[in-house]
């Protein structure tokens, strides 16, 4: 049996949210982002378009102080009707 280890916060935590380019993706996704973890490092930010330019991934790191912070964070994402994936 594998035993899973729980994190220890504050730790440095990767987010990518996934969705349709050419939207409102990236105002509503940095907008959420900032409610939920204002001290985010803008240099740990990274995009990137699809083969196709139809969708943009968006890669944040952020510092969680708690799990409730990220599932709160991870619900709003999911819920943004231009969001198709939260990793």
């Known amino acids: 049996?594998?035993?899973?280890k729980l994190l220890t916060f504050p730790v440095d935590?990767?987010?990518k949210v996934v969705g349709r380019?050419?939207?409102l993706l990236r105002a509503e996704v940095d907008a959420i982002?900032?409610?939920h973890a204002?001290?985010?490092?803008?240099?740990l930010t990274s995009e990137r378009?699809?083969?196709?330019?139809?969708?943009?991934?968006?890669s944040y790191t952020i510092?969680?102080?708690?799990?409730?912070?990220v599932t709160a964070l991870a619900a709003e994402l999911a819920a943004?009707?231009?969001v198709i994936m939260v990793i």
Request: hydrophobic letters at 35%.
């Open 21 to 23: 380019a050419g939207s």
């Open 80 to 82: 943004q009707p231009h």
């Open 38 to 43: 204002p001290d985010i490092d803008a240099s």
């Open 49 to 58: 378009y699809s083969e196709n330019g139809n969708y943009l991934s968006i």
């Open 33 to 35: 982002m900032l409610r």
């Open 1 to 4: 049996m594998t035993e899973l």
């Open 13 to 15: 935590y990767p987010i």
């Open 63 to 69: 510092v969680a102080r708690s799990a409730a912070q």
